[in-house]
């Protein structure tokens, strides 16, 4: 589906992504795990478009998209998240995901003005479509809450939220765990592992957290001071000495049990 | 002052807070919604009187210009004459930080000062242009200010409408976060332009009316000072953001400007010249003790634009963190 082709990246004198490639199968939820510093977001920014790399390509279903601008790659159906919830913090929880469906008519100034009937007949379509994502998070109580008055997790609700109101075909999810409580954590879970076998979402996923990893990723990408270390099942992994050396360290991390 | 002509001051007073009006929605759709740094307001409000202005008024032998041309040609080719510079300006800046834009639009709006005010061939230089029709027959000052209150009205609805869109949506969003909006699949550098162009032909228009109201215009008029400094202040002082804001900030400032004008005119001489510096000094305090006590302006952004139903109370705005937090 995705292929990281031999992707590099340096920022200044810093090689944050050296010779990286692998690939994102369709259907899978692959994980991508490894210490801080090891060039996954910075990969994934470069996945999506928001940076370009010094080198290598990024290629979707057999086509070279590494100089498409980050709205053209998701016109192709490549959607990320942040590690960092980007919220639009002044507008509406119903507003931040009502923007996201592309080709809305009303985007155009001129049938904005002009064909005003017909733009909130779409709103409507839409604005019952954010009911139903907002129902599946169960945020549907926040929905006329400003963003950014949310909680950390519940704006990473919001965050997935977005990657709901379109029809992706790849999601890259940016640490969709990180700073969430437990129930919450079950319900990102839950959330991707539907979007995956019901809607037929293919994800790949950075995580700290472990148990998410080993729930719901096969296979899973070690990354390692910018390039891949090892992938395979979350067993073949955990069991690379080189991996244990690198990220897990034998029994440190609190998930992770050998 | 007797009776008529506290009406007639009335009226020019009520005339010239339109104009600011219109001026200050072309600002907040640029600001109040995009977020765009426009210090250059003056460039697009001269180059619209300008433009008029050489087209419509009666022909001269000092330069170039007066056309005789109707006044609704003169105005459409003031509203898209200012879009142009727009076009121009947006399609080198756009892609820069919105800080650029800032130092682009106030060099640019600067450049076009100094052209009108030199280019005497085309511009008649700091002499001016005098005899520029009024327009559509509107001759009596009450007339004016009803056509002027007619234009106002109807760029603040399609201001409204524009808001309100998804268009307007993108926008707001823009300047929230820009990453989220591309991440959400939009093309950033297309909605930065269109706003900045159709805020920008806003003010063209205000400067086309300017020019039709007065009847005469010189280069002075477009000191960076009326023309950007104040609109400015009536932004923030009515609420950046908000359409119904823009429209009474620009009315408060410009009777609070107008006004201690007028109350300058009562000191002796010798202190008039001083008491001009100090009406500045008074709008630039203002500025602050608004900025200090209440920034998000009289009439703060309505956060809830485009929501179906309002069963819940609006929140304000989040919290600012304390610094240290």
Redesign the interface.
Known sequence: MIRIENVSKSFGGIQAVHACSFDIEKGSVTGLIGPNGAGKTTLFSIV?G?VAPTEGRIVLDGEDITQL???ER??KGL????QIP???????V???L???P?G??????F???FR?GR?SAE??RI?EKVDEVLDFLEITHVA???A??LSGGQKKLVELG?TMM?DAKVVLLDEPGAGVNRTLLKKITDAVQRLNTERGYTFCIIEHDMDLIAKLCDPVVVMAQGTVLTQGTMDQVKADQQVREAYLGGGMSGGVEA | MELSGLLFYGISLLTLAGIYGILSLGLNLQWGFTGQFNIGIAGFFAIGAYSTAILTAAPSNSFVGGFDLPTPVGLLVAVIMSGLLSVVIGWVTMRLRTDYLAIATIGIAEIIRLLLKNEDWLTNGVRGIPAIPKPLGLDSPLAFLIGIIVVLVVVYLLMEAARKSPWGRVLRAIRENENGVMAAGKNIQRFRLEAFVVGSTVMGLAGGLYAHYFGFISPEAFEPLFATFLVWVMLIAGGSGNNKGAILGAVLIWFVWSGSELATGYLPAEWQAQAGAVRVLLVAILLQVILLTRPQGLLPEDMGAGRTSDPTPKEGRPRKVPAGE
């Not at chain 1, 959607?79 to 942040?82: L, S």
């Not at chain 1, 980007?86 to 509406?92: V, W």
């Not at chain 1, 809305?104 to 100034?109: A, N, T, V, Y």
């Open positions: 999506a928001f601008a980050p709205h998701f016109h959607v990320r998240t942040f980007q919220e639009f913090s002044r507008m509406t119903r507003e931040n009502m923007l996201v592309a809305q008519s009303g985007e155009s100034l049938s904005a003005w005003r733009v709103d409507k604005a006329d809450e400003v950014g008055n977005r379109t």
